[in-house]
């Protein structure tokens, strides 16, 4: 991957369309990156085939490399990825109406437990009616044992709303522990 693939009139025509956003690729190795992809298509081979380095090495290769991680940790978090068992994802908490129509919808990393989420998608929850002020009080929500905590379930009892949500068999077995 030595030699340029692109040439220059190439590259001036393409260069424009390809994103660079606030925490995108380094604008001067946009270039290079995107000959890297060009080269692995055209040769058929593994990403893993691929050289480290396409032209002449950089002096400056150790803070280069951690630049490049610095910039790859904030991407990530601005775009709410984070690591889970499944490898890079991202989690939806939704709120809808019998019509499953969205409510509200709370977007977290991969990793972030459901049940801190639980309370933080009701307060988003707005349904405009004819007139007045938006109603932001459901008689009952129905969600999945995941949000099945008890400060969700005190939360939603302050407020009068009815739980229609499953427990879990543990929490179930430490409540009848206790007694009465």
């Not at 990530?76 to 019509?99: M, P, Q, Y």
């Not at 919808?105 to 991969?110: D, F, I, M, N």
């Not at 999945?144 to 427990?167: D, F, H, M, T």
Request: hydrophobic share 30%; with cysteine.
């Amino acid at each position: 991957m030595t030699r340029r693939q692109l040439t220059h009139a190439q590259w001036k025509f393409i260069g424009p369309y390809l994103p660079i956003g606030r925490y995108g690729p380094c604008p001067e190795r946009l270039r290079e990156q995107f000959e890297g992809v060009i080269w692995r298509f055209r040769s058929s081979s593994q990403w893993r085939e691929m050289p480290k380095r396409g032209g002449p090495e950089e002096q400056n290769g150790q803070a280069e490399r951690q630049q490049i991680r610095r910039r790859r940790k904030l991407r990530l978090k601005e775009a709410l990825l984070g690591r889970s068992r499944g490898g890079l994802t991202s989690k939806i908490h939704l709120a809808a109406d019998r019509g499953c129509r969205p409510l509200a919808l709370v977007l977290t990393a991969g990793q972030a437990g459901d049940s801190p989420q639980f309370i933080p998608v009701l307060k988003n929850v707005r349904v405009r009616l004819p007139v007045g002020r938006p109603r932001s009080r459901p008689g009952a929500v129905a969600a999945g044992k995941a949000y099945s905590s008890r400060g969700n379930r005190s939360y939603l009892r302050k407020r009068g709303i009815k739980a229609v949500i499953p427990e879990k068999k543990d929490q179930a077995a430490n409540r009848k522990k206790k007694g009465t």
